[in-house]
């Protein structure tokens, strides 16, 4: 609470200030951004965010929605083989069925060698070329856009579109968290 204080004193020039009144602050630039909800509002911690510079921060955006959406696969990817694993072999050659790759981290040591390298084609493809369908400015003019909609997810409601993309936010953040605790756990 009293480091809390220090810097609130440092940030409004008083412990018991009214962040109302401290408008020259540069943690007021991204106030209105997509993905700054009640009860925290804008939360820059670590204050990547104090110079302002609005390409740092859509940068910054882009690769939150990205991880975010990432962690939300990677946290039903970590869940699902506890209840569901396909039939057949994960690898004819090394006669790997998937029924018998364990979960969590322990599957890492399973999947082949040329396994991996697939994997990894991929996720380079997918950085390297835009495989995700990124439009030409790397998705700095509307971060997270593709450049397709999930026919269920679309719409052309503005307001509605962005409490979508608020909540796919939030989720994100939750989701990153959960992958670390599924990690820890294991």
Not at 34 to 48: E, I, R, S, T, Y
Not at 59 to 71: F, L, M, N
Not at 127 to 132: M, S
Not at 134 to 153: A, E, I, V
Request: proline fraction near 6%.
């Amino acid at each position: 609470a009293i480091i809390g204080m220090f810097f609130q004193d440092g940030l409004t020039g008083s412990a018991w200030g009214d962040w109302a009144l401290y408008t020259a602050s540069p943690l007021r630039a991204f106030e209105s951004e997509l993905g700054v909800q009640a009860p925290v509002g804008f939360w820059d911690p670590v204050g990547f965010t104090k110079d302002g510079d609005v390409s740092n921060f859509k940068r910054r955006r882009v690769t939150e929605i990205k991880h975010g959406r990432v962690a939300m696969l990677a946290a039903m990817g970590y869940i699902t083989p506890e209840f569901f694993k396909f039939p057949g072999y994960l690898s004819v050659a090394e006669n790997i069925k998937f029924a018998e790759v364990p979960n969590g981290l322990a599957a890492i040591s399973k999947v082949p060698g040329a396994g991996w390298l697939q994997i990894l084609a991929y996720g380079l493809y997918c950085e390297g070329t835009g495989g995700f369908g990124y439009n030409s400015d790397g998705q700095m003019s509307k971060p997270g856009d593709c450049g397709w909609k999930p026919p269920l997810l679309a719409t052309d409601n503005p307001d509605l579109k962005k409490k979508r993309l608020n909540a796919e936010l939030a989720n994100g953040r939750l989701a990153m968290m959960a992958v670390i605790g599924m990690f820890f756990q294991d």
